[in-house]
């Protein structure tokens, strides 16, 4: 469960309440008995470093990635299928090169 923080508008009195997110915010200010609000906090995580947003893996406009893995500019190629006497086959005309 999340923990959250109160400021009293009245007297400044500042606490944390420990909440369900179906709870309602507490309003009353235990001390005083004035009206509560609640305080935001910047978040406590933060991720650094690259593969963490949407635009890591995106492709420019000529096609290519914007960022290379491991510094490497070449694409891979597919190669094409040899039998054990090393000749090529070709799998668009339908026929078996012996």
């Given at each position: 469960?999340?923990t959250y923080?109160?400021?009293?508008?009245?007297?400044?009195?500042?606490?944390?309440?420990?909440?369900?997110?179906?709870?309602?915010?507490?309003?009353?200010?235990?001390?005083?008995?004035?009206?509560?609000?609640?305080?935001?906090?910047?978040?406590?995580?933060?991720?650094?470093?690259?593969?963490?947003?949407?635009?890591?893996?995106?492709?420019?406009?000529?096609?290519?990635?914007?960022?290379?893995?491991?510094?490497?500019?070449?694409?891979?190629?597919?190669?094409?299928?040899?039998?054990?006497?090393?000749?090529?086959?070709?799998?668009?005309t339908g026929?078996?090169?012996?």
């Amino acid at each position: 469960m999340p923990t959250y923080e109160y400021a009293c508008a009245e007297c400044g009195e500042r606490l944390e309440a420990v909440q369900k997110f179906s709870d309602d915010p507490l309003t009353v200010c235990p001390a005083c008995g004035g009206r509560l609000r609640k305080v935001f906090s910047p978040v406590g995580i933060v991720f650094k470093g690259s593969g963490f947003y949407r635009t890591d893996s995106r492709v420019s406009a000529n096609g290519a990635k914007d960022k290379q893995l491991n510094g490497s500019s070449a694409e891979a190629k597919p190669q094409k299928k040899t039998d054990s006497g090393g000749s090529a086959k070709s799998s668009s005309t339908g026929t078996k090169v012996a």
